[in-house]
């Protein structure tokens, strides 16, 4: 049965496939009928017209691309999977796509090692890598040999970790361990008909399952669509940690926004909605911004902030972050936000837009513990503490008599607040104890981050030598 031909679900045609088909075939040896009789120009146009070239094709600029190990070959064909190197809008990325019109581009040991040599010279010369997924699964007639293949591509790939940026496309089957090399990438994409999880069977490994739990960044309609995203992050991200992203043209945002208008790529944009995580530009410099989008930070939110800014702070692209916030409701996950403000070492601008409660300020806003640079807007209010709290510590349970003979306690209670927050724990006031370096108008905000921006391009901290901190489990 032809594998283009196949309709059945995800999960039952990699089942099917991985133990019917390739038992069948395991005494399969040598050149196949047709690859010993084919000519040169027969085998290049063969291999050019199947679905992992055309994935390189568009991937690449003008579909030029130079090919990698091209006739190696699998059980008789091509080896499942179409690897090159090439230039997306102009930056230069090596990358890979398995070959669904090649055994169902199966996982093999031919197919690793030249999944591991685009790897390797990803590491040597400082490049991007994007991995295309669509496989039916592994050939199991290669027993251990094939999970030593998929523990050396996972290796790999975790060596490159914090080098180069990584970017999944995923737009087909990926299933078990091929989905656990997928998701180690910095951010992974998937199309509408894309299948992702570590199980078989199927089972919420859809864009819509994989979106909600945080393990995909970006989901697309088409396969186009998803290209197109990779293609836009490859171009504002720098090539390895070591290199600066590329300044850019830019267009001005309209109204107050902050970042160049169209260039927002937001990340996990269903997951840990109290928190809003986009790539994008301030006048042609890619930054990181982060938004609370809640006055409450749950759990998943503060896990999703702290791997951007760890993401961000791997490869040097500026953490701007706005915060209205009041407090976390996750210890353990405040932790790990915390210390990620903490531990990174690229610029930090922190602005005030409303809110910044206690261990908020801390961990977001303080310049003790994150920021390089903090402003706020003039209506923002920073506090030790829940602005309620603060009021009676320091008014005493009657608000400093503002309570007493009052016909409705309730609204007493919440108009003494406001006058005690205004007065007392105002972005003024904060400024006036060091807390903020300065008050902008929200019309003069973009251009003063971007000042902030261009003023730290330069800085430099040396860190204390270890492995890494113990704050992420």
């Not at 099917?16 to 009789?37: I, M, P």
């Not at 990358?95 to 031919?110: E, F, L, P, T, V």
Request: one cysteine or more; glycine letters at 10%.
């Amino acid at each position: 049965m032809p594998y283009k031909t196949l309709e059945i679900s995800a999960g039952l045609y990699y089942n099917y496939v991985r133990y019917d088909h390739f038992f069948k075939n395991k005494e399969e040896t040598g050149l196949s009928t047709q690859a010993k009789t084919e000519t040169l120009s027969q085998a290049r146009d063969r291999l050019g017209a199947t679905h992992g070239h055309e994935m390189l094709a568009k991937l690449f600029d003008d579909g030029v691309f130079t090919e990698i190990d091209t006739f190696a070959r699998s059980n008789g064909d091509f080896a499942e999977v179409v690897a090159g190197r090439g230039n997306i809008n102009g930056a230069a990325a090596f990358a890979y796509a398995q070959n669904k019109d090649i055994s169902g581009g199966a996982m093999s040991r031919a197919q690793a090692a030249k999944i591991k040599k685009i790897y390797d010279l990803a590491l040597k010369t400082g490049t991007p890598v994007v991995a295309v997924y669509d496989s039916i699964g592994g050939r199991l007639t290669e027993g251990t040999e094939l999970m030593g293949a998929y523990g050396e591509i996972l290796r790999y790939s975790g060596n490159l970790s914090g080098v180069v940026p990584q970017i999944s496309l995923v737009v087909g089957p990926c299933f078990g361990t091929q989905a656990l090399i997928a998701v180690s990438a910095d951010i992974v994409v998937m199309s509408e008909n894309a299948r992702l999880s570590l199980g078989t069977d199927g089972s919420n490994s859809d864009p819509a399952a994989n979106a909600a739990s945080g393990v995909s960044h970006i989901s697309t309609k088409t396969d186009d669509d998803a290209i197109e995203a990779v293609r836009k992050l490859i171009s504002l991200l720098p090539s390895n940690n070591l290199d600066y992203a590329g300044s850019a043209e830019f267009e001005a945002p309209e109204g107050n926004d902050i970042l160049d208008g169209g260039s927002a790529v937001e990340l996990q944009k269903d997951h840990g909605k109290a928190v809003y995580t986009a790539v994008g530009t301030i006048e042609g410099a890619t930054v990181g911004l982060v938004k609370t989008a809640d006055k409450v930070l749950d759990g998943k939110a503060c896990s999703k902030a702290a791997r951007f800014v760890r993401f961000c702070d791997a490869f040097g692209l500026p953490v701007i972050t706005l915060v209205d916030a009041e407090k976390f409701c996750c210890i353990k996950s405040a932790a790990k936000l915390a210390g990620a403000y903490a531990e990174a070492t690229t610029a930090k601008i922190t602005v005030v837009t409303g809110d910044a409660y206690g261990a908020v300020y801390t961990a977001l806003a303080g310049t003790g513990a994150a920021a390089d640079i903090t402003f706020a807007l003039p209506d923002a209010c920073v506090s030790p503490l829940d602005p309620e709290a603060a009021a009676v510590i320091a008014l005493g349970d009657d608000f400093g008599g503002a309570l007493k003979g009052a016909s409705d306690p309730k609204a007493a209670r919440a108009k003494a607040t406001a006058e005690f927050k205004a007065e007392n724990l105002s972005a003024m006031n904060a400024a006036a104890e060091g807390y903020i370096e300065d008050i902008v108008e929200p019309g003069e905000l973009r251009a003063k981050i971007a000042a902030a921006v261009d003023m730290l391009s330069d800085k430099r901290i040396s860190t204390l030598p270890k492995k890494h901190n113990n704050l992420y489990i």
